[in-house]
């Protein structure tokens, strides 16, 4: 009886531990995941809201504080050219396939333009 009893509690544990990972694990991972341009962070915002937010306060005093809170360590320098206050710098951020033109004099962002764009039009970055 002893035998029998030890190992149906070896059996029953070994069917618990067998079923239990199965509710955990989703039924197909690729349905959960969101793309990059729809995922949010700890703004809560997804990338696509925060150009939009770029484009609408392009030109404004605080749109280069946007920027580097956005887009943190993801911007490569790509040209440097006249307009603003000078010179602006032209900004690349490849996740997103974005070129962003910022005015580091004052401190805000100039134009935003979809792809790799090394030199602006002189109208654009005025």
């Known amino acids: 009886m002893k035998i029998a009893s030890s190992l149906l509690t070896s059996v029953a544990l070994a069917g618990i531990l067998a079923v ?52 943190f360590g993801d911007l490569e320098p790509l040209a440097i050219q006249p307009g603003g206050a000078g010179m602006v710098v032209n900004l690349y951020n490849k996740a997103n396939n974005v ?15 979809k792809g790799k764009v090394a030199k602006f039009e002189a109208s654009e970055v005025k």
């Open 99 to 113: 070129t962003i033109s910022y005015c580091s004099t004052y401190d805000v962002v100039i134009a935003v333009k």
């Open 20 to 71: 239990w990972d199965v509710p955990l694990k989703p039924v197909n991972p690729l349905l959960g995941q969101a793309s990059a341009a729809e995922m949010k962070d700890a703004t809560g915002l997804t990338t696509q809201q925060k150009i939009d937010l770029l484009i609408k306060h392009k030109g404004q005093f605080g749109s280069g504080d946007e920027l580097r809170r956005f887009f």
